[in-house]
């Protein structure tokens, strides 16, 4: 059984930044194609970044030139480096597998102030 736990949310001022993690157990193919969502309270959970099998990667536009993400197959770990946060970041953040069974983490807060 895959699970996902991710951690490195947190509060932050404007124009800080973040490192988030995506910690792997279980099953893990290095094709897999892997993404991180973010939701807000009352809205629809919203894709920020992908990193495919072959290391290509896609950001959301709101996101482009702040947000990089990356993996370590060799570890199992996905992350997000979040720079120049602003308030419209504010979010709780997944991890998200869509391969294989469609595996997602808890969530991990990040909130950034004004």
């Known amino acids: 059984q895959v699970q996902l736990v991710e951690s490195g949310g947190g509060l932050v001022q404007a124009g800080g930044s973040l490192n988030l993690s995506c910690t792997t157990t279980?099953?893990?193919?290095?094709?897999?194609?892997l993404g991180w969502y973010r939701q807000i309270p009352g809205a629809q959970r919203e894709l920020v970044a992908t990193?495919?099998?072959?290391?290509?990667?896609t950001y959301a536009d709101y996101v482009k030139g702040r947000f990089t993400i990356s993996r370590d197959n060799a570890k199992k770990i996905l992350a997000l480096q979040m720079n120049n946060l602003g308030p419209g970041d504010t979010a709780v953040y997944y991890c998200?597998?869509?391969?294989?069974?469609?595996?997602w983490g808890q969530g991990t807060q990040v909130t950034v102030s004004s």
């Open positions: 279980g099953p893990f193919q290095y094709f897999w194609n």
């Open positions: 998200n597998i869509p391969d294989g069974g469609n595996y």
């Open positions: 990193i495919f099998g072959s290391g290509k990667t």
